[in-house]
């Protein structure tokens, strides 16, 4: 299995940490009003505005993750549940 080329990727838009909390804070006032219970981040790089989110909402924040690789190498022709979403956020 291949790994995806990094190098050549095409329409990537690079964040600044500011852009990253900017947009956070955007979409936390976008989903105030939808009074969500909790918030899943998807690690690698979906942690940070999630965890941003989470506490300008004022709720519980659960970690997934999910990807091909293991240990940074492509492993799976799908991606697999490596840290599944937690039973304390079923049926919500």
């Known amino acids: 299995m291949q790994s995806y080329d990094y190098a050549n990727r ?3 838009h ?3 940490w500011d852009d990253v909390a900017t947009l956070a804070a955007r979409l936390a006032e976008l989903l105030a009003p ?3 219970e909790t918030v899943v ?5 979906g942690l940070f505005p999630a965890t941003a989110v ?3 909402l004022r709720k519980e924040l659960y ?3 999910i990807s091909r690789r ?3 190498e492509v492993r799976y022709a799908t991606p697999q ?3 599944p979403i937690s039973e304390d956020v079923e049926g919500r």
């Open 14 to 16: 690079e964040l600044s």
């Open 81 to 83: 549940w490596r840290v």
């Open 41 to 45: 981040g998807l690690a690698r790089a």
């Open 54 to 56: 989470a506490i300008s």
């Open 34 to 36: 939808q009074q969500i």
């Open 10 to 12: 095409e329409g990537v």
């Open 70 to 72: 293991f240990n940074d």
């Open 63 to 65: 970690p997934a993750r």
